[in-house]
T-cell receptor, first 110, second 113 residues
């Protein structure tokens, strides 16, 4: 079993829709959770991070962590074609020891 | 954040040869990492590049296959040695800032024929 599981998609939604991206993890020691966005032929860019359980909002993006169910979510409101990318979730037990999910490929259709 | 560049951006290499990938950061950083991203797969950490000492390799990766240098706090190289088609992948360097934040370079796309 992989430590971080993520549905690879692809996921295709119309512009303006709310997007929900999800991951599950198995390592109870994870304390930090990150979402990265990766455009085609580019390196991943850090989108959001959270520590432990709870929600964090940044503009149109909301990251949610439920440690009791080992579930990580990223919500994108008012999705735009520029949001089309692969989204990777990651968990970390300690400093800089990131474990990534497979990534979900998202397409926002105009 | 940090600005990270990698050279080359892509290469096509013959089986049995070696390729050295360079990673340059615009500021001094303590922690640098090398990852591999195979098609449709997640990022897999190869090793942590330590300045002034040997790199720390993850399970499944060995120094003879992936020698790493870290001569200073802004530069590192990863060599993929004695390549086979299974080494075809994207190789990424990253730098660690703070406790958990990592910033990635654009990647090197390697094809081995």
């Amino acid at each position: 079993q992989k430590e971080v599981e993520q549905d690879p998609g692809p996921l295709s939604v119309p512009e303006g829709a709310i997007v929900s991206l999800n991951c599950t993890y198995s390592n109870s020691a994870f304390q930090y959770f990150m979402w990265y966005r990766q455009y085609s032929r580019k390196g991943p860019e850090l989108l959001m991070y959270t520590y432990s359980s709870g929600n964090k909002e940044d503009g149109r993006f909301t990251a949610q962590v439920d440690k009791s169910s080992k579930y990580i979510s990223l919500f994108i409101r008012d999705s735009q074609p520029s949001d089309s990318a692969t989204y990777l979730c990651a968990g970390a037990e300690g400093a800089q020891k990131l474990v990534f999910g497979q990534g979900t490929r998202l397409t926002i259709n105009p | 954040s940090a600005v990270i560049s990698q050279k080359p951006s892509r290469d096509i290499c013959q089986r049995g040869t070696s390729l050295t990938i360079q990673c340059q950061v615009d500021s001094q950083v303590t922690m640098m990492f090398w990852y591999r991203q195979q098609p449709g797969q997640s990022l897999t950490l190869i090793a942590t590049a330590n300045q002034g000492s040997e790199a720390t390799y993850e399970s499944g990766f060995v120094i003879d296959k992936f020698p790493i240098s870290r001569p200073n706090l802004t530069f590192s190289t990863l060599t993929v040695s004695n390549m086979s088609p299974e080494d075809s992948s994207i190789y990424l360097c990253s730098v660690g800032l703070g406790v958990y934040e990592q910033y990635f370079g654009p990647g090197t796309r390697l094809t081995v024929t």
